[in-house]
């Protein structure tokens, strides 16, 4: 349900932030938009929240909102936890802009580690909230080197990460942050969305932006671009699909969340989308 | 050849030009040419006025005290450290290829795969939390070998080279001796089929035993793939072992140069006889 827009509080800058930061961060969006994958270094803004809890996400949001917009956050998938209702109650404050838990109805959507299951549309705009940009980082510590590797295109390195995943795994084990290749020339961080996501980024019809605040980093894939998880010839990218059906909605599509709900250990999987999983609750309950 | 032979026995020049200009084809033709390199951090500290001419499957061993530039010059040849002045040239099929002024991107291409650099420490030269397979696969992952099967067969391979245990596949180079990761590092340089190979003291830090084999190992390497080395060591035993000609280095200059018998049996430059004859005898 859209939230009405309230009056913003008084004394703040509309969404928060200067117009020259919000200037600022757009041009580097800009940049970003025009080269996808590449980071682009911007001047980070302190926000009222916490490092690791959304700044670069935040920052990038506010420099994109308008009146108009409506706003959705998820974290994890979910509306409703802490971090999604405390920046969303923060834009509705400083912004006085109109709030939602629908995909389909939002123009924005802040989301840490996770692209909702309701296909996006055209027009809509991904926002996420990036711990480490650098997909070489856990490789290559040094960031000349890596902003070198970059530069020449020089990935072997990403190979030799997925190769010590098979050797020690027997599979692919990078389950969360699975680097992919964007417009066949960067390599990328697609944020820590789980990899069963991975294939939604390839050709979305929405704009997808990513903004990491400690790092001071954004990076951004434009509608339609190709997105190729990288893998080897023997052992190709897949995704893992759920063994269990969530046990609100029984959706066996969606991303689950296993839950462990009494002392003796009884598991329940539910989708890790909250919207979706009410959405398909609700039309069931419509049909009967 | 354009090296600065023993100003003592101008003779002796076109009598070491023998060896490489007497083979025909690919081998008469040199593999690298260094004129007039210069790379200075202070007075004689550094390397300066070196030229000379590589050719394949050659042996050259630099040898001198430490801090007379020889790691510098190695630097400077492999592509690590532009120089002042002068230039490297590598002859790749038939064109000629300036080092510094090709780009990076084709310098550093050049160094994974037609090139390799042995560290003195193999800490510098693997990458010590990846498994020894890993750190074989790792220069042909970058020249875009996707298949795992096949660079864990070839990674096999080479670990059977360089006489380390294949079941030692999935171990970290942590887990080695020291030894051993000089063993690995050679076969991480090798993998990728090089012409030409830098060393740095590759034996430097091992104790007797492990040294001999290490150099044995090289000796059969360079024979079996035909390998043209530059070869840093400060011992002398290790040069005449390994290297074809010498060249000694002694305060950022080649004092000496020539085939190896000759100069530590009869050393012309004084330095190069204080060299020799400080080798301890035991």
Known sequence: MANMSETPQPGYNFAYLDEGSKRMIRRGLLKAVAIPGFQVPFGGREMPLPYGWGTGGIQVTASLITPEDVLKVIDQGADDTTNAVSIRQFFERVAGIASTTRTREATIVQTRHRIPETPLEPGQIMVFQVPIPEPLRFIEPSETETATLHALSDYGVMHVKLYEDIVRHGHIATCYAYPVEVNGRYVMDPSPIPRFDNPRLHMSPALMLFGAGRERRLYALPPHTEVVSLDFEDYPFEIQRPEAACAICGSTESYLDELIVDDAGTRRHVCSDTDYCQARVKAREAAA | ?282
């Open chain 2, 1 to 282: 050849m354009n090296v600065r032979l023993r100003d003592a026995q101008p003779g002796a020049a076109s009598q070491l030009e023998v060896p490489a200009r007497a083979l025909s084809g690919e081998k008469a033709r040199p593999l690298l040419q260094v004129d007039d390199v210069c790379r200075l951090f202070g007075p004689e500290q550094g390397c300066q006025e070196v030229s000379f001419t590589l050719y394949p499957g050659e042996v050259l061993g630099l040898v001198g005290e430490s801090g007379s530039g020889k790691s510098t010059l190695l630097s400077t040849l492999s592509g690590r450290l532009p120089p002042d002045r002068g230039r490297v040239r590598y002859r790749d099929g038939a064109d000629w290829l300036d080092l510094y002024a090709a780009g990076e991107g084709r310098r550093r291409a050049l160094l994974r795969t037609q090139w390799g650099f042995v560290e003195q420490n193999p800490r510098d030269g693997l990458r010590m939390s990846v498994s020894a397979g890993a750190n074989i696969g790792e220069r042909l992952m970058a020249q875009g070998a996707r298949h795992y099967g096949r660079l864990r067969q070839c990674a096999l391979e080479w670990l059977r080279h360089v006489e380390i245990d294949a079941a030692r596949i999935d171990d970290t180079p942590e887990t080695f001796s020291g030894g051993m990761r000089q063993r690995l590092q050679i076969a991480r340089n090798l993998v990728s089929g090089p012409r030409l190979v830098f060393m740095d003291e590759p034996t430097g830090g091992l104790d007797v035993s492990v040294q001999a084999r290490i150099l044995d190992l090289l000796r059969n390497l360079v024979r079996e793939f035909d390998l043209s080395v530059i070869l840093v060591t400060h011992d002398l035993a290790v040069a005449r072992l390994l290297a074809d000609r010498l060249m000694v280095m002694r305060r950022s200059r080649i004092v000496e140069s020539g085939l190896t018998d000759q100069i530590l049996d009869d050393p012309q430059h004084p330095y190069t006889q204080l060299l020799v004859s400080s080798i301890l005898q035991v």
